[in-house]
């Protein structure tokens, strides 16, 4: 069985962004990994219009060029990783958007979390929470949060994540439970497609 790919993405486009510091740092501590292999995945390379569709894609398949182009990239995965900010208590606009152009490509696989702003973006994160459930995929207990001390000094202060060690083994703990659950959901998803065929 080939090891499963996860999706490290990035979850916010303005410009400026700290989001993509984050997402190469969890995938330099993901390199070394035997079980997993990542790439990012940019919403800046996934523009969407806002979703105006009659009806859910649960409902109603959306075959826009752009909507398949980002239904296709989290149907070729087995599992993410949602780096994201803080917006006023949730998670950024495009990032609610883009989730709601799809709905079977992401279910029965699983969700983890690196956050980070305010209370380490802990609310951002419950909102996300919510939405993937909706979603059918799994959301992961062992989540990543940068509080304010660390942002600050990343983005202000000219610091770097190995100046803030105790970081980089919650993300280690991250990755052991999504290479987990990515794998064995990985068998489900391949046991009821034979069992389909």
Do not use: C, Q
Not at 26 to 54: C, H, K, M, N, Q
Not at 138 to 164: S, T
């Amino acid at each position: 069985m080939s090891k499963p790919r996860i999706g490290i993405v990035i979850s916010t486009t303005r410009e400026g962004r700290f989001g993509e510091r984050v997402a190469r740092w969890v995938t330099d501590l993901a390199a070394g990994r035997t079980d997993i292999t990542t790439e990012i995945v940019d919403l800046r390379d996934y523009p969407l219009p806002f979703f105006e569709s009659v009806a859910s894609p649960r409902f109603v398949p959306i075959d826009t060029p752009e909507a398949k182009k980002w239904s296709s990239k989290l149907a070729e995965l087995d599992g993410y990783v949602f780096v994201t900010a803080e917006y006023n208590h949730s998670i950024s606009g495009v990032l609610k958007n883009a989730l709601d152009f799809v709905f079977a490509e992401p279910a029965r696989k699983p969700a983890a979390f690196v956050a980070y702003g305010a209370v380490g973006g802990a609310r951002a994160v419950e909102h996300l929470r919510n939405i993937v459930v909706e979603l059918s995929m799994v959301p992961l207990n062992r989540a990543v949060h940068v509080n304010m001390e660390p942002f600050l000094g990343l983005i202000r202060d000219g610091k770097d994540f190995a100046d803030y060690p105790y970081l980089a083994p919650t993300v280690e703990t991250m990755l052991e439970e999504l290479a987990w659950y990515a794998e064995t959901l990985k068998a489900g998803r391949d046991a009821a497609e034979l069992k389909a065929a």
